[in-house]
Every structure is written in C-alpha cells, then in structure tokens.
C-alpha cells in the first residue's frame, strides 16, 4: 500500500518558473528519496535526504523534510522543457525493515516551453 | 551510481503463458528488488530477492504467480506466471549498495503487456 501521498497530482507550468511538490507519508522513516520518471520508463534517482536532514540541494533542486509532519517537498527552479515528467517520493523505514520503498502517488510535471 | 540493466525492455504476450525478465546489476549490490508499476499508478514493492534464498514477498504477491530467483550478488529474475490482462504493467528491478548509503537504482524497467 502508499505510504506517501504528493500533491499536487499534476502541474503545469511555464520554462523558467519554478515547480514545488509536495509529499507527505505516515510512519517513521530513515530516508526519504525523490525520483524521476520519464514516459514511463525507468525511474532516475534525484535526491536523499535523511530523516535527521532538513534540507538538500543537488543542482537546480531543493528538497526540504519535515520529519515533525511528516513531509517532504521538491522545488525545481528555473524550469526547462527537458523536467517535464513525472515525480515521486519514495520513503525508506531503514535496514530492519528491509530497505524496503513505498512510494507516493507522484506528481505530473509540465513545462511549456 | 549502479548501472543496471533489464531484459526484455518490453514484451507483448499472450494470456496463459509465462515471461521471465532478467535483471543485471554492474556491480555487487546487498540488495535486490523487484516493484510494478500498473498503468497511470504508482510503484508497488512485489519483493526483496535474496541471494541463494526464496525471496521475501509483499502482502498480495505470492511465489506461485511471481517466482523470483537471484544466483548471484548481481543478477536476478522475475517470472510473471499464467498471465491475464491484469499483469499488463512495467515490471522494474533495483538495488542497493551498502557502502553507508541506502540510495536505490532502478533499472529502466520491462513493459508488459498480455492480451
């Protein structure tokens, strides 16, 4: 079953603004991980961010965690064509629980160019 | 970053028989998984594949309908059995290294489709 859920489910939006994401889950958690996913292919990796972690940046991302209301955001800043995809939060209950991922619902990005 | 690599990329199959998908891992890895992803949904944990041992299966998924194997630190397979229409999905294997992270790969992922 999903543990996460993200909103919006979809967005559209121009190239050069930014696109912000959210995803909340459950249960207590290790890591929380966002991936993307391109016209149903395979997911790529983006971030990980660690339950004692507030905040991550890899490039044009930002991703912040919430772990008191059990949340997480992904904020994309000056969109591109090539973001257009879909994205999803996957949270990660750590080693005793198997490594196991359960992801959110995902969050349909489109920029226009 | 751990390449990995599927087989088939995507198959269209016929209801009742079987198909196996191959997973190759560049490298060795602790942990194997195996998740679907059904049409407009999100991806759902099938199973843990351990090595040399029957893998560890999620509530709904049983070993009759979804046997899996893994050999070896590097390679696994997933076997989607009797297949009906609902099996239509993309089937998708990842990996975890342990060298203190618990980032995980995903391969690019089998497209299914059973008439």
């Known amino acids: 079953s999903q543990q996460g859920e993200e909103d919006p489910q979809a967005l559209s939006i121009q190239e050069g603004e930014n696109a912000t994401m959210n995803c909340s889950y459950k249960?207590?958690?290790?890591?929380l991980q966002w991936y993307r996913q391109n016209s149903g292919r395979g997911l790529v990796h983006l971030i990980l961010i660690r339950s004692n972690e507030r905040e991550k940046h890899s490039g044009r991302l930002r991703v912040t965690l919430d772990t008191s209301k059990k949340s997480s955001s992904l904020l994309i800043t000056a969109s591109r064509a090539a973001d257009t995809a879909s994205y999803f939060c996957a949270t990660d209950a750590g080693k005793a629980a198997g490594n196991k991922l359960t992801f959110g619902g995902g969050t349909r990005v489109l920029v226009k160019p | 970053s751990a390449v990995i690599s599927q087989k088939p990329s995507r198959d269209i199959c016929q209801r009742g028989t079987s198909l196996t998908i191959q997973c190759q891992v560049d490298s060795q890895v602790t942990m194997m998984f195996w998740y679907r992803q059904q049409p407009g949904q999100s991806l759902t944990l099938i199973a843990t594949a351990n090595q040399g041992s029957e893998a560890t299966y999620e509530s709904g998924f049983v070993i009759d309908k979804f046997p899996i194997s893994r050999p070896n630190l590097t390679f696994s397979t997933l076997t989607v059995s009797n297949m009906s229409p609902e099996d239509s999905s993309i089937y998708l294997c990842?990996?975890?290294?342990?060298?203190?992270?618990?980032?995980?790969?995903f391969g690019p992922g089998t497209r299914l489709t059973v008439l």
């Open positions: 249960t207590s958690i290790n890591n």
């Open positions: 990842s990996a975890i290294r342990d060298r203190g992270s618990d980032t995980q790969y």
